[in-house]
């Protein structure tokens, strides 16, 4: 016999395996990775234009300034 707690541990396991949800977070990962290179894209240009001596990593969806690499 199957306890309750059991159950929703497998309902759980099934949500998250699900090719629903798969897909969403593939797409949701897709759009921030593509906003990311427009943000980089664009940061990158104004950093150029303003004559900064750092280059403009982004890493996981964080944009750092960072001394050039040598």
Same mark, same amino acid.
């Given at each position: 016999?199957?306890?309750?707690?059991?159950?929703?541990?497998?309902?759980?396991? +099934?949500?998250?395996?699900? %090719? #629903?949800? *798969?897909?969403?977070?593939?797409?949701?990962?897709?759009?921030?990775? @593509?906003?990311?290179?427009?943000?980089?894209?664009?940061?990158?240009?104004?950093? +150029?234009?303003?004559?900064? %001596? #750092?280059? *403009?990593?982004?890493?996981?969806?964080?944009?750092?300034?960072?001394? @050039?690499?040598?």
């Amino acid at each position: 016999m199957v306890s309750e707690k059991d159950k929703r541990k497998l309902t759980l396991v +099934q949500t998250l395996q699900s %090719p #629903e949800l *798969l897909l969403k977070v593939q797409h949701d990962t897709f759009i921030n990775t @593509h906003i990311n290179k427009i943000c980089y894209n664009l940061l990158t240009k104004m950093i +150029q234009l303003r004559g900064f %001596p #750092e280059t *403009l990593f982004c890493r996981r969806g964080v944009f750092t300034l960072e001394p @050039h690499p040598s």
